[in-house]
């Protein structure tokens, strides 16, 4: 309406009223399962999204989605009696959307083992229809991702791209985790992001079955693989 408002040559005047806020801080938690590994428990594939969202909405896409999608393909996974080598563990991020104190948490939290962390994968685009996944790792990465995206084609999701993480994952990614994230048809994301409209019956079932489908393909396979995925190198950072 603004566009052809602006397209006749009418002046748009535009008041805003905000209501937003920044209250003290509260303690808050990282919320964390597993399916520890049968031969490598030591080594950890992480997969999970962030449990915070806009307080004008439930956050059904953002991110809602990407945790429950998370914790149901390990739910999958156990249901199947499939327990890779090393452990897959799920993370529900909190404090994401104003700090990322969960995600620095977790790090810190971690810190020792990083060199085990093999993989982390963030859903936080939205449980739309899967096309892929991204992936950001050292040299080779992207084949082996190519390779796994194939086992994928059946619901559609089997392309890989170079380019993927999210903000929970960044920082394990600084410090040379492979990162990756679903590939997903985003174009109504922003239709619902960070407003009251972001509820849970925006969330197309077989859409997300689909998501959680790629997410115990990718951790599974990844998580039981004789090799690990490429390192990316080490960024420099302040923490």
Not at 145 to 165: H, R
Not at 184 to 195: A, I, K, L, P
Not at 224 to 232: A, F, I, N, S
């Amino acid at each position: 309406m603004l566009h052809r408002m602006s397209d006749r040559g009418q002046k748009i005047v535009v008041e805003l009223k905000m209501s937003a806020r920044t209250l003290p801080d509260a303690p808050s938690r990282n919320v964390v399962a597993e399916l520890v590994g049968s031969s490598k428990p030591d080594e950890i594939v992480v997969l999970g999204g962030h449990i915070d969202s806009w307080d004008v909405g439930t956050g059904a896409m953002d991110d809602a989605g990407g945790v429950v999608a998370a914790w149901e393909a390990l739910r999958l996974l156990k249901r199947l009696g499939l327990r890779p080598k090393r452990t897959i563990r799920v993370v529900a991020w909190t404090n994401e959307e104003n700090g990322g104190r969960g995600a620095d948490g977790y790090r810190d939290a971690h810190r020792a083992e990083i060199g085990k962390h093999v993989m982390a994968l963030e859903s936080d685009n939205g449980v739309f229809k899967p096309f892929g996944m991204g992936i950001t790792a050292g040299e080779g990465g992207l084949a082996i991702a190519k390779d796994i995206a194939e086992l994928l084609a059946p619901i559609g999701a089997d392309s890989a791209s170079a380019g993927g993480g999210g903000a929970d994952t960044a920082p394990l990614g600084a410090l040379g985790v492979p990162t990756m994230s679903p590939s997903v048809d985003g174009s109504r994301y922003f239709w619902y992001h960070h407003s009251s409209a972001d509820t849970i019956d925006k969330l197309d079932p077989r859409e997300m079955a689909e998501c959680v489908a790629l997410m115990a393909v990718v951790a599974y396979v990844i998580a039981d693989m004789p090799q690990t995925l490429p390192r990316t190198p080490v960024r420099a950072t302040g923490n």
